[in-house]
């Protein structure tokens, strides 16, 4: 009965700042391996941000120094802040539980 909800996502110009959240239930976010993964159109799905139980969290290249991944216990939520937009973050943006689990994933469009 694991469920993934995502939020947040929209549409906004090059270089404005999203916040996208996940809502999970029937899991401890504390306790998984959580991350975001995005999908473009006519591209393979690819990984965004990750985040071990222990916290760590590992980003794509693309994603350094302008996405942050993070997760609220109490509130059982992952989030992704991405912050200085581009024109290629456009995609469907999901939340997983170990590639296991998936949201139905939210639209980022970002225009130029």
């Known amino acids: 009965q694991v469920q993934l909800v995502e939020s947040g996502g929209g549409l906004v110009q090059a270089g404005e700042s999203l916040k996208l959240s996940c809502a999970a239930s029937?899991?401890?976010?504390?306790?998984?391996?959580m991350g975001w993964y995005r999908q473009a159109p006519g591209k393979e799905r690819e990984l965004v941000a990750y985040?071990?139980?222990?916290?760590?969290?590992t980003y794509a290249d693309s994603a350094k120094g302008r996405f942050t991944i993070s997760r609220d216990n109490a509130k059982s939520t992952l989030y992704l802040q991405m912050n200085s937009l581009k024109p290629e973050d456009t995609a469907v943006y999901y939340c997983?539980?170990?590639?296991?689990?998936w949201g139905q994933g939210t639209q980022v469009t970002v225009s130029s």
């Open positions: 997983s539980v170990s590639g296991i689990y």
């Open positions: 985040i071990f139980s222990s916290g760590t969290t």
């Open positions: 029937g899991i401890i976010v504390s306790a998984k391996r």
